[in-house]
Every structure is written in structure tokens, then in C-alpha cells.
Antibody, heavy 129, light 110 residues
Framework: QVQLQQWGAGLLKPSETLSLTCAVYGGSFNGYSWGWVRQAPGKRLEWIGDIHHSGTTNYNPALKGRVTISADTSKMQFSLRLNSVTAADTSIYYC???????????????????????WGHGHLVTVSS | QSGLTQPPSASGTPGRTVTISCSGGTSNIGSHGVNWYQRFPGTAPRRLFGKDDHRPSGVPERISASVSGTSASLAFTGLQSEDEADYFCAAWDDSLNGPVFGGGTKLSVL
């Protein structure tokens, strides 16, 4: 059974950088996309971005410019960095595995579609001065 | 905040049938189907159903899912106390080039 274990700082001050890591146990790292999702209090889940096992990344435009997702395939880990956090970034952050349903080129752009099949337990990150 | 539309809550007594709806559009559910997830407080979300109505092992047969056009439903036939949880839908969205989510439905067993 695939398990995702995530960790990172839980309390940040405004303007600091959020950093979370997710380790994958069971299954393979290759052949999947690996993503981050967050849920602010009282709000719906929001997709942050993902990284394909090949290293290709894809980010939510609403966060683009502040977010970086990276992976260490040898350790079967992937990480999230979100710069210049504010109180609006206070959320439960989830890591998840994306099981790919399509990968190809559409109008010169590489598109990878997937659904999340395994999730981490979530990690509360609070931004407060 | 854009996404899929779900009722915030649903409820029923044990043994009854309860349905949770999820409404989207042509760029998400209409093109790519929907996935349903169950989440208990403080735990990892668990995928219940996917686009092809594939039922992962461990999901009881009294829970079913359907899709029609740009809407989807999750049905509980013979509701049980252990069904009390949060349920959310998700679908790939071509406009976002990423997944969008419903706001979640808290299912209560009275």
C-alpha cells in the first residue's frame, strides 16, 4: 500500500518561506505525477502544483511566481516551497500521488492529466506575526 | 473561488438513501469525469470512485457513483454510521490545466 508522509514547519511569519517535504513509501516514484493541494479554513481544496517523475512541473497560475516544486527521485521524496507567505497562505497542506490518465503534446505544450489516488495526512501551516 | 459545486451538508438516518451532488462544467466534469473522496478529520483523503466508476477495493457496494453530462452524484444506499465523514469531488480542468475540487459535503448520520 502506498503511503505518503509529509513534514515541515508549522508556524511561519509573514514574508517567510514555506517548506514542506513528502516521502513516498511503497510503490514506484516513476510513472506518476506528484502534487500539492491545500485547504484554507472554510475554503475549498486548492491545487498548488505538481511535478512529473521526469522533472516537469506545472503550477496553479494563482500561485505562480511564488511556488517551486522539486523532487529527489533517489529518495522518493518531493518538496514544496512557497515564498513570501501571508496570512492567506494559512492552510492544511496535502501531498498526493497523481495517477496519470493522459500525457501528450497539445498545441506544443506538454499536458499531463491525472487524478490523485493516494494522499498524505495533511500538515497545518499557520502564518502569523 | 472557482471549482465544483457541492452542498455543504447532507444527512440521513441509518438504512436510508442519501445522495451528494457535484456540479461542474464542460472544461472539467463534462470532459474528464469526476473522482470522489472520503475524508475523516485529521486523516488522509481516501479515493472512493473514479472516472470509469471503478470501485477500489474496500469500498462497499452500497456506495455508488454516477455521472451525467457536467454533473455527478455519490449515493449511499443503506446509510451506516461509519459513513459519517466529509466527501469531496474532484475533476481535471482544462482551463486550469490542473484539478479542481468541490467545496466538500459533510455527511451526518442522524
Amino acid at each position: 500500500q502506498v503511503q505518503l508522509q509529509q513534514w515541515g514547519a508549522g508556524l511561519l511569519k509573514p514574508s517567510e518561506t514555506l517548506s514542506l517535504t513528502c516521502a513516498v513509501y511503497g510503490g514506484s516514484f516513476n510513472g506518476y505525477s506528484w502534487g500539492w493541494v491545500r485547504q484554507a479554513p472554510g475554503k475549498r481544496l486548492e491545487w498548488i502544483g505538481d511535478i512529473h517523475h521526469s522533472g516537469t512541473t506545472n503550477y496553479n497560475p494563482a500561485l505562480k511566481g511564488r511556488v517551486t516544486i522539486s523532487a529527489d527521485t533517489s529518495k522518493m521524496q518531493f518538496s514544496l516551497r512557497l515564498n513570501s507567505v501571508t496570512a492567506a497562505d494559512t492552510s492544511i497542506y496535502y501531498c498526493a500521488r497523481g495517477s496519470i490518465t493522459f500525457r501528450g503534446v497539445i498545441f506544443t505544450r506538454v499536458i499531463t492529466r491525472y487524478y490523485f489516488d493516494f494522499w498524505g495526512h495533511g500538515h497545518l501551516v499557520t502564518v502569523s506575526s | 473561488q472557482s471549482g465544483l459545486t457541492q452542498p455543504p451538508s447532507a444527512s440521513g438516518t441509518p438504512g436510508r438513501t442519501v445522495t451528494i451532488s457535484c456540479s461542474g462544467g464542460t472544461s472539467n466534469i463534462g470532459s474528464h469525469g469526476v473522482n470522489w473522496y472520503q475524508r475523516f478529520p485529521g486523516t488522509a483523503p481516501r479515493r472512493l470512485f473514479g472516472k470509469d466508476d471503478h470501485r477500489p477495493s474496500g469500498v462497499p457496494e452500497r456506495i455508488s457513483a454516477s455521472v451525467s453530462g457536467t454533473s455527478a452524484s455519490l449515493a449511499f444506499t443503506g446509510l451506516q454510521s461509519e459513513d459519517e465523514a466529509d466527501y469531496f469531488c474532484a475533476a481535471w480542468d482544462d482551463s486550469l490545466n490542473g484539478p479542481v475540487f468541490g467545496g466538500g459535503t459533510k455527511l451526518s448520520v442522524l
